[in-house]
């Protein structure tokens, strides 16, 4: 087969990241080529200030070394420089005179530092922070001089300005603004962070302007503006970076900020993308990690000719370690004219929260000493919660205490933000493959492996899992008592050796018992009917549950109940009702809590005339499948307009009736914010907002009630009915049976599930898969009534 060229100018995180996903979707379609112009392989920058600081060294930085290339074909050229792209002939140029063709090119150059373009700027001693031999350069110059200046008191200059304190420096921190990290910090947290700094010997020098950096062939010291000077052996800019678009801009590709891209990666020349830090889309520039590789993923699909949603852009947020001092800040944490904050300052114990909120929804949050908090407020505000009615100083509250946090969280939840990493992933691989460090970790499932910030809360968790108090387990649990084998690997194997029938698998497979057990009996009926929908036992139950869907009761009647989709009748079926249950002597008829009105005390023997002479279908109460669905009528609760939530109510009804399921499913539209239906708590819940509808997942109103988690805002009942199938349609084919939404969902976690069901493609076939089902199930069902 004939591989595609695919050249990567840049060995970084972004650029490898992408690779890295291109690998796991196609890892034979492409020739792979890397030029990086650093002489490393690729290596975590992030951490660059812990290498400058003494707690790790360059290897431990490192993300693929030199053995991942070579096992992945990839060919690399470190300390390379591409200087010219060739966008007609397909080729690129290097400053060695190589040159490279290419069938696809992706650019990912990255940033370089801001070096104010001051007197003296060119003098020995002057250098930024942005490489390892930068680094190299400080440890080198701590030995022969100890007066140090940064010039930028953000995130990169106070972490400079920590590792030259560690090498023996006296440092000064110079910078423009008055307070420090205004882009992560309000002034109240910035003037905390000043003060435990100071504490740890860095001073201040906050409002200057430099001037000059004076000296003979090596600086001697810093004049500012004002007059006022400050001796220096060393200064380190670090006063932020430009995207490195010199490369695009010379080949004749869109550069604005930086190299202007869509939302699939691609610029303004075809077959070349661009990813990372040097790219500019719907006019932002992101620096953060969390950002870069939610672009490389798109871009890597887009690559492999996956469909997808494409880049929508990114809520920032940060999560940090400063000389020991934990800070957390995401979205808009300046109050305004329109938005307003609540804070809690406990000034004894150093801790300081702020949250911002406009219209009942967080927009944004700042979290210093105590950053525990902070995966949760992120969620509330990515997912643009309403919280009107909710106790706004108790979403600043920590959910636990004792440091315990991570015994809260369920196995869904995210611990790693930037590489998708939870709470159950971990606990699996430290179970599974004996991992006792943060490092093993890190290496093992990436978290922790880029911006470090959730170092912390992984250190948290692994403490838990080695303590006494750790009870939960995610380890290879067998089907039943029958056999060794997991419900995956039954399902795995029914599918591979094409086995179709309960005693061909429990024969093939060796089942300890022949006859099986009431726990595997039904679930590989279940499996096998997913497997292949015309499953003679399936078929045989369906026939049952629809030809005879009554219910027998205690004293030997049946109950039944006429289909009404969406709890919406007409006279003519009211008076059919009414008329049988007259003529039948039914005496108990009621309403359902799905507003549904079920017949009870039908005798046997009438069942047939009751069937035809109601001549309606009727509703599967029994079973696991997807249940009729709770609407909210509301006429004691609110005027709010109804029409669309019951048209919604129908159509969910009829795309997925008698469609078998795991478990149950309970499903409630609500009309508004009223929540007549108690949505939230239902396996499937949908909302009415102003600009379409919430759907909620995984909720319960069982004996221990749970609040479903939002999966995503549908603008249109088209759509909401389109994400709704494909959800119910996933959790078909990988939920275990008799396993919960809830349950399924903390296994499998909720970001899988929305990338699962944003991807175009994927939901497509997933909608194909349950429409194809469904369709049969009704054919069958027609069958019954002949």
């Known amino acids: 087969m004939h591989k595609q060229k695919l050249v990567l100018v840049g060995n970084g995180m972004a650029g490898v990241r992408c690779i890295e996903e291109i690998l796991q979707h196609n890892p034979d379609a492409f020739e792979i080529t890397i030029f990086g112009s650093e002489p490393h392989v690729n290596y975590n920058r992030i951490l660059l200030s812990t290498v400058l600081q ?59 530092p801001f070096m104010l373009p001051l007197p003296g700027a060119d003098k020995d001693g002057v250098i930024a922070f942005r490489t390892i031999e930068d680094c190299q350069t400080m440890v080198e110059t701590a030995k022969q001089y100890k007066k140090a200046v940064v010039i930028g008191g953000g995130l990169l200059g106070l972490e400079a300005a920590r590792g030259l304190l560690n090498l023996g420096m006296d440092v000064h921190v110079v910078h423009i603004a008055d307070y420090l990290m205004e882009r992560q910090l309000d002034r109240t947290a910035a003037k905390m962070l000043q003060a435990e700094l100071e504490a740890q010997g860095m001073k201040f020098l906050l409002e200057k302007h430099t001037a000059e950096i004076a000296g003979e062939d090596r600086v001697e010291r810093l004049v500012f503006k004002d007059g006022t000077e400050v001796e220096a052996d060393l200064v380190v800019m670090a006063v932020g970076v430009r995207p490195n678009v010199r490369l695009a801009q010379e080949s004749g590709i869109e550069v604005n900020r930086a190299i202007v891209v869509n939302d699939y990666l691609e610029t303004s020349v075809p077959n070349v993308y661009a990813v990372g830090e040097c790219v500019e889309h719907r006019g932002m520039v992101y620096g953060l990690v969390k950002p870069l590789y939610e672009q490389g993923k ?52 150093g801790i300081y929260k702020k949250a911002v909120f406009r219209e009942d929804k967080m927009i944004g949050a700042v979290l210093f000493g105590d950053t ?15 919280v009107s009615d909710t106790d706004k100083v108790s979403l600043l509250q920590s959910s636990s205490g004792g440091g315990n946090e991570v015994a809260q969280m369920a196995h869904g939840s995210i611990i790693c933000n930037c590489n998708g990493v939870s709470k159950g992933s971990i606990i699996e691989a430290v179970q599974t493959k004996g991992l006792t460090t943060v490092e093993e970790i890190k290496a093992c499932t990436k978290a922790s492996g880029s911006c470090g910030g959730c170092k912390p809360l992984v250190a948290d968790l692994l403490a838990y899992i080695q303590s006494d108090d750790f009870e939960e387990v995610i380890e290879k649990k067998p089907m039943c008592p029958c056999t060794a084998l997991t419900e995956d690997e039954v399902v795995q194997e029914m599918q591979l050796r094409g ?45 049952m549950n629809k030809r005879m869907n009554a219910i027998v009761q205690s004293d030997g009647t049946y109950s039944i109940v006429p289909q009404m989709y969406g709890g919406l009748t007409t006279a003519d079926q009211l008076r059919k009702i009414a008329d049988v249950a007259e003529r039948y002597q039914i005496a108990n008829v009621a309403i359902t809590s799905e507003q549904r009105i079920l017949l009870m005390g039908v005798k046997q023997e009438d069942l047939t005339s009751v069937w035809a002479e109601l001549d309606m279908p009727l509703s599967a109460t029994y079973g696991n499948m997807v249940q009729n669905v709770k609407t909210c009528i509301g006429e004691h609760v609110c005027q709010c307009e109804k029409d669309k939530a019951l048209e919604l109510a129908v159509l969910l009804e009829k795309q997925a009736e008698f469609v078998t399921t795991p478990y149950r499913i309970k499903m409630g539209v609500s009309a508004c914010m009223h929540n007549g239906a108690g949505s939230t708590t239902k396996d499937i819940g949908i909302m009415g907002i102003d600009r379409g509808w919430e759907i909620y997942v995984g909720g319960s109103s069982g004996r221990n009630v749970r609040s479903g988690q939002l999966l995503c805002v549908a603008e249109t009942n088209e759509e909401a009915v389109g994400i709704i199938s494909g959800f119910i349609q996933y959790y078909r084919e990988t939920a275990n049976y008799l396993e919960r939404t809830w349950q399924w969902l903390d296994r499998v976690g909720i970001i899988h599930v929305r990338e699962v069901l944003f991807d175009r493609e994927l939901r497509r076939q997933l909608l194909e898969r349950l429409e194809a089902d469904a369709a049969y199930y009704q054919k069958t069902s027609s069958k019954s009534y002949s």
């Not at 991942?68 to 591409?82: D, R």
């Not at 290419?102 to 990912?108: M, N, R």
């Not at 940060?318 to 329109?338: W, Y």
């Not at 018992?513 to 279940?526: F, H, I, K």
């Open 499 to 543: 086995l179709a029938s309960v005693k061909e698998v429990m024969k093939e497979l060796h089942w300890k018992d022949s006859e099986g057990c009431s726990v595997c009996r039904p679930a590989l009926q279940y499996y096998l009917g997913m497997i292949d929908p015309e499953y003679e036992i399936k078929r045989e139950v369906l026939y």
């Open 54 to 112: 003494g707690s790790t060294s360059v290897a431990d930085i490192v993300i693929n070394d030199r053995n991942w290339y070579e096992q992945n074909n990839i060919q690399l050229f470190s300390g390379e420089t591409v200087a010219a792209i060739d966008t007609e002939k397909k080729v690129i140029k290097t400053d060695q005179d190589r040159q490279v063709p290419y069938d696809i090119l992706i650019l990912a150059t990255g940033s370089v």
């Open 298 to 349: 798109i871009l890597a699909k887009r690559i492999c000719g996956i469909d997808s949603e494409g880049y929508e852009g990114s809520v920032l947020s940060t999560q940090l370690k400063i000389s020991g001092v934990d800070v957390f800040s995401v979205g808009q944490f300046i109050e305004d004219e329109t938005a307003k904050a609540v804070t809690i300052h406990n000034a004894a114990d």
């Open 372 to 386: 525990k908090d902070g995966t949760k407020l992120l969620d509330i505000i990515v997912k643009q919660r309403d």
